[in-house]
């Protein structure tokens, strides 16, 4: 079934959570962050530029939020800050409403890089310190990408104290069954129109 197969990659991304935040905080920061990610559903093959999967993901805002997991809320893509006359984009922002904190995620088509990590780091801080209120958990960063060397993820994630994991996708299709319990084109059109509005700093 399509939840059974979810449920095997959940909290499965290598991360620093266990680190950098305290338990059980930790433990439920883990289970937002799948390895891989299955984004069969954006009919995308071969490689693609960050700028097209980003789209692609938007487009199909319900399949995404289903993919991403249970209490995951969008907020914006490409979210602005201005810092002292510098300008910076994350590339896709969620509120995740049972844990009450706010996810930030970077896409990167390619490999794995260790510098990913740092600029990571630099967003959860813009995040935390712009956004985030007292009565939110630590804001955490999620880097999915093409490819990753495990071992190359987990010294990069060892450098850092912002709570952060590390994820890769796929395109590989779905079995048949899978395919039927996504919801039809026209759903899914109607949902991205409702919520477009809300897209902020394109």
Not at 101 to 106: D, L, T, V
Not at 159 to 171: E, L
Not at 187 to 201: H, K, M, P, R
């Amino acid at each position: 079934m399509l939840i059974n197969k979810s449920m095997e990659r959940t909290g499965t991304a290598p991360s620093n959570f266990t680190r950098s935040l305290p338990s059980p905080e930790s433990g439920l920061a883990q289970q937002s962050a799948k390895d891989p990610y299955a984004f069969e559903f954006l009919g995308l093959s071969g490689d693609v530029a960050e700028r097209d999967l980003e789209q692609a993901l938007m487009d199909r805002i319900v399949d995404t939020l289903r993919e991403l997991g249970p209490g995951f809320a969008f907020v914006g893509r490409q979210v602005h800050f201005d810092v002292e006359g510098d300008d910076f984009y994350i590339d896709l922002s969620f509120f995740h409403v049972e844990q009450l904190r706010y996810i930030a995620i970077e896409l990167k088509t390619g490999t794995f890089q260790p510098e990913y990590v740092g600029k990571l780091t630099f967003y959860v801080a813009l995040v935390d310190d712009k956004l985030r209120r007292e009565t939110h958990a630590d804001t955490i960063g999620i880097l999915i990408c093409g490819a990753e060397n495990d071992h190359t993820v987990r010294y990069a994630l060892g450098g850092s104290d912002s709570p952060m994991a590390v994820s890769t996708y796929t395109y590989e299709n779905l079995p048949a069954a899978e395919r039927q319990a996504l919801p039809a084109a026209d759903e899914l059109t109607a949902a991205f129109d409702q919520i477009g509005s809300n897209d902020i700093g394109e």
